[in-house]
């Protein structure tokens, strides 16, 4: 059976300073999350075959750097566009925007960032994406916590209201095996 998994960026110097969206390099330890990728990926699949998807943003592209499969870079794959808040981090952006902070509180799922996305516009953009994943073999993609949200919310039928608080943490690989009905999950952290 075909083997799809997900993986956000090692850490970035964003995640450090708690700032949302940018295209940030990664940190000193999402560095080494990028190390220790390939020798994870290979002891599940050995030699078959596998192709790496990622977002044009650079924490997504340094972490596939040492993996030596195809590579492909999707747009669609960029994390959730925050619009003005793009760069503060979650206190400013509640000094700065108190109502839109208590509206995404409210329906995050819909809540859409004053000159940039919400969720379901992801789940939209995001449509091109799972129709070539349905099509292909074994693929990695390595994302951002919003995008993955998304795509495991697909493959788990999960309610949309549930998506945007689903937990994809860093620094671990997801591999979802589609079944007849649903599929099978499990989950590789590495300590780093
Ligand atoms: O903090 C990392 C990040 O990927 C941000 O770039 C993004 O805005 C955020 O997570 C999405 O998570 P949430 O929708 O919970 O704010």
Known sequence: PRSIFFSRHGESQYNV???IGGDSPLSERGMKYATALPALIT?????AP???WTSTLQRTIQTAQHLSYNKLTWKSLDELDAGVCDGMTYEEIEQAY?????????DKFNYRYRGG????????RLEPVIMELERQENILIIGHQAIL???Y????NLPQADLPYIKIPLHTVIKLTPKAYGCDEERYTLPI
């Not at 996305?117 to 939209?124: I, K």
């Open 98 to 106: 108190p109502e839109d902070f208590a509206n995404r509180d409210e």
């Open 43 to 47: 002891d599940n699949i050995g030699d």
């Open 153 to 156: 919310a697909y493959f788990h």
């Open 50 to 52: 596998l192709t790496v």
């Open 149 to 151: 949200r998304c795509l």
């Open 117 to 124: 996305e919400s969720y379901r516009d992801v789940v939209v």
């Open 17 to 19: 300073e708690g700032k």
